[in-house]
């Protein structure tokens, strides 16, 4: 069974900066891609960031410009750099991985607040 844990969630005031991690209980590479997604009450989960095994990224306007993710297969941790917080990006941050089947993490709350 494929386990991915986050960290690194909190309470930080706009414009400030986090970094969620996701590690994986076996090696990244065995993965097609990796991603974050978030998501509010009453609202659908949505994509905010992806990698692909080759290395290429993706991400959702709305953090495009503020948000990198980058991985380090050697720990088999996928990472989320978000600079520049703003309000709206307040949500349950969850961790995402395919390999022929969907993989979550159990998620982590980052609250952007003054």
């Known amino acids: 069974q494929v386990q991915l844990v986050e960290s690194g969630g909190g309470l930080v005031q706009p414009g400030g900066s986090l970094t969620l991690s996701c590690a994986a209980s076996r090696s990244i590479l065995r993965f097609l891609d990796m991603g974050w997604f978030r998501q509010t009450p009453g609202n659908e989960r949505e994509l905010v960031a992806r990698?692909?095994?080759?290395?290429?990224?993706k991400y959702a306007e709305s953090v495009e410009g503020r948000f990198t993710i980058s991985n380090d297969n050697a720990k088999n941790t996928v990472f989320l750099q978000m600079d520049s917080l703003k309000p709206e990006d307040t949500a349950v941050y969850y961790c995402h991985a395919y390999g022929g089947v969907d993989y979550w993490g159990k998620g982590t709350q980052v609250t952007v607040s003054s």
């Open positions: 990698i692909m095994n080759g290395g290429s990224t």
